[in-house]
């Protein structure tokens, strides 16, 4: 439970995040992905940093950092309230998290990415498969290891970021790995070894990235190698 709330919490945010998209562009019938977000005042792209749900609207006190218009307080509030609710329900019913969310969140993925972008739900699909499999195929062969949940929510990344889930995921575990590490030098081998971290957190975190950065440094690599 005290990890399965702040996880639940992220998700929320995440979820309030790409319900603020939906309800600025679907009206409009304006694709969901392209273009990237940008001030719907001056037009100018948003950046990384300044795309943090809740976060970079209150760092930015409401406003567009290039044009200084203001940004409706509707978009944090949206955020805020699903990452409280998705919380709460966890919290209240002691409910794995797994199961509580990642089952409705799938299809919704599907649902929303057929209807909205059909040319692209192959690649998703097929993303949101790999990416379980990378982590479902060690939790088979080694149950004590990697558990199922952590293969159904990078699944459901997937499912939702495409090809973008591999960054969310290299993130993932790179902190993982940090921390990790941490664990090792501040315990020692021995005892380091033995301490379980739960790897939900951090994919969480690269889902966030994902969202944020994910097809971005997709082209980077891409354009590089």
Known sequence: MPFAVPVA???GLVIGSFLNVVAHRLPGRMSLSMPASHCPSCEAPIKPYDNIPVLS????RGRCRTCSARISARYPLVEASTAI?????????????????LGPAAVLAVVLGTALDPGGQVGRLIA????????????LISPKGMGMGDAKLVAVLGLYLGAAVAPAFFVAFLVG????IAIIARKGMMKGRKTAVPFGPFLALGGVVGVLAGNELV???????
């Open 9 to 11: 919490a992220a998700f």
């Open 57 to 60: 609207w209150l760092l930015l």
């Open 85 to 101: 609710l998705f919380a709460a329900v966890v919290a209240v019913h002691h409910a794995d998290t797994a199961a509580l969310v």
């Open 128 to 139: 949101g498969a790999a990416a379980g499999a990378v982590l479902g195929l060690p939790a």
């Open 177 to 180: 790995t940090a921390v990790g």
């Open 219 to 225: 082209q980077a690599y891409l354009s590089t190698f």
